[in-house]
């Protein structure tokens, strides 16, 4: 094949067509993704953009917008050939790199001389981060800023969004997603669960059918092996959603490259979208200065002189040919996806209405207007407590029934405590505790006088007993009804204050201070109940008006035995005297 004359630094050599019907015009890589970028920039940049202002205003959270998913096993070259495409240098190394999902926005410039960048993200305290790129050189070092700044340590990962924007007149108009490789063990201060976490992460974006899946595969690693490709074919049996791109050819052993080209021919690993297969600069064209536009003719010449894949179609290798298969295929899904994301974009815009209607009417906006307001909803969450307190029902449809329970439920706690505290009461009735008593009062006995009662400290331990196995079911009681308190009080102040949830809060965490400051104080209230009470009176009113009550039911009832004695003997007199 040979080499037509040198235009701007690249030769210009001729081939065959696809079809091998005509001979077709090879360009340099560097016009060739110019071109590519200006042929697609009308069409393929207004669906793009709008598929970017969406995913800008957060509306991925609650529908699933178009993407291009860049999966592959660690170390498989998912970021050198992310960084050929976008022109610029991306965070390299061994182990995970990708760390994080990074969202690249690539946008075509016709100015030459223009480049801009834009990086935003969240760190791990949610606080936004956004910051004006002055030149390429330094995207690497921003994005591993971000990345430490997004999870914890160097070596932790993270499923929120690094969004990366790049304005140049040599990238095509594409927007990719590019998500952490698949790490097969933990390495020392990385979670032991990694690789389920990578994957979990993967799989939140590739299981969605609107997803087109680029997996990205090592020529000298055996395809069957590559966990990139078994989840892909997990979630996309047909491969319908999935383009494969195959890296590192200058590394593959002899006589190996004939299994990759039946790869590239479809004919192991059937993908309908099929395989691209690209050279990337590796770490010593980097450490030689090599720029990314001098790695395409470098890359160019590789496929061109190689004994085997120069017999290749051109649109089955070369980071150009992969970029406009990529705009290619996002246009073609984003237009078939079109009528679907605007259903569902109209039917989410129905249901934030609704929301909105539900709120009510616009919040007030001068100082006096709010502090009416405000004092309006307390007033509403007191008479609604208060009622609740007092066993009123509150038939308002905006709080759930459940809350008209607390004065049901908590005189039933109650309830369980006066049956326990009639449980463990002694008999006095009973013989054994009797036996038991005078079995007691013998042992105490000391110097006492002749009739007279036991000591007094053994009737005052027998009622401490007592009185001590009703304080742990009485402070129980306390707990669950101060919980079931707490609970309803929240649920009445987020329905009270439910357009404003920051005022909502405010007013749980209130709540769930008061319930701190006075459960230590009901406690120790009760417990000093329980100490009064461990102090045995005789000389209360209680104690004597039983006693007195004891006395007299005893006296009578030694009466009435002695009327039946006296009525016994005047029957038993007046037979005798009739028996003579």
């Known amino acids: 094949m040979g080499r037509a004359k040198k235009r701007n630094g690249y030769s210009t050599p001729t081939t065959l067509s696809a079809d091998n019907t005509e001979p077709k015009t090879i360009v340099s890589p560097e016009e060739r993704t110019k071109a ?14 709008l598929v970017d202002k969406l995913r800008g205003y957060g509306l991925d959270r609650d529908i699933n917008l178009p993407a291009v998913a860049v999966i592959g096993d660690q ?3 998912k970021s050198s050939v992310l960084e050929a495409i976008s022109g610029v240098q991306l965070p390299r190394g061994t182990g995970i790199v990708t760390r994080c999902p990074l969202e ?7 100015d030459e001389d223009k480049w801009e960048g834009k990086i935003m993200y969240k760190d791990k305290h949610d606080m936004p981060h956004e910051e004006v790129i002055l030149n390429r050189e330094s995207v690497g070092d921003l994005v591993r800023k971000a990345q430490k700044e997004m999870t914890d ?14 304005m140049s007149s040599d990238v095509p108009d594409l927007t990719v997603i590019d998500l952490p490789g698949i790490a097969r063990n933990a390495v020392e201060g990385q979670p032991f669960d990694i690789e389920a976490r990578i994957k979990n992460m993967i799989r939140q974006y590739i299981q969605r059918q609107e997803t087109i899946i680029l997996a990205v595969l090592q020529c000298n690693v055996d395809i069957a092996t590559c966990e990139a490709l078994k ?17 590192k050819p200058d590394l593959l052993d002899k006589g190996a490259e004939t299994g990759v080209i039946r790869i590239l021919n479809n004919m192991e690993f059937t993908l309908s979208k099929g395989y691209v297969i690209v050279k990337c600069r590796g770490q010593e064209a980097i450490s030689e200065g090599q720029s990314l536009k001098h790695a395409l003719d470098v890359e160019e010449d590789f496929f061109r002189s190689h004994r085997h894949f120069s017999a290749m179609r051109p649109s089955q290798w070369g980071i150009p040919n992969l970029s406009e298969r990529l705009s290619r295929e996002l246009k073609k899904h984003i237009k078939k996806l079109l009528p679907e994301l605007k259903e569902d974009v109209r039917r989410k815009l129905l249901e934030t209405e609704k929301q909105l209607h539900d709120l009510g009417e616009d919040p007030p906006q001068t100082a006096s207007e709010k502090r009416q307001m405000a004092l309006q909803m307390v007033t509403e969450f007191i008479n609604i407590v208060t009622a609740l307190t007092t066993g009123q029902r509150c038939d308002d449809s905006k709080f759930p029934p459940i809350i008209n329970n607390l004065y049901s439920d908590a ?5 369980e405590l006066i049956k326990t505290a009639e449980e463990i009461q002694p008999d006095t009735k009973n013989h054994k505790l009797r036996t038991d008593l005078q079995k007691r009062m013998e042992a105490s006995r000391g110097r006492e006088f002749c009739n007279f009662l036991g000591k007094f400290e053994l009737v005052e331990s027998c009622a401490q007993e007592y009185i001590s196995k ?14 079931m308190t707490t609970e309803i009080l929240k649920i009445v102040a987020e329905k009270c204050f439910e357009k404003f949830p920051d005022f909502a809060q405010r007013a749980k965490d209130v709540i769930m201070k008061t319930r701190k400051e006075t459960n230590s104080e009901c406690k120790d209230e009760i417990q000093r109940y329980f100490k009064m009470e461990n102090l045995v009176y005789s000389q209360d009113k209680t104690y004597g008006v039983e006693f007195r009550t004891e006395e007299e039911k005893k006296r009578k009832e030694e009466e009435e035995e002695k009327e039946t004695e006296t ?6 007199s007046h037979s005798d005297r009739f028996s003579f």
């Open 104 to 110: 690249m926005r690539m946008k075509h410039s016709e």
């Open 36 to 49: 590519l970028a200006s042929s697609f920039d009308a069409e393929v940049r207004p669906l793009i953009d």
């Open 153 to 166: 340590g160097a070596t932790g990962i993270s499923d929120e969004l690094i969004t990366l924007e790049v």
């Open 75 to 77: 170390s498989a070259g």
């Open 411 to 415: 005189r039933r706690s109650f309830t």
């Open 231 to 247: 989840m892909a074919k997990e979630f996309d049996d047909e491969g319908g959603r999935t383009l494969g791109v195959l890296t």
């Open 470 to 483: 009703l304080e742990e079911p009485a402070l129980q009681c306390f707990s669950d009804v101060h919980s």
């Open 567 to 572: 009525e016994e003997r005047g029957k038993i």
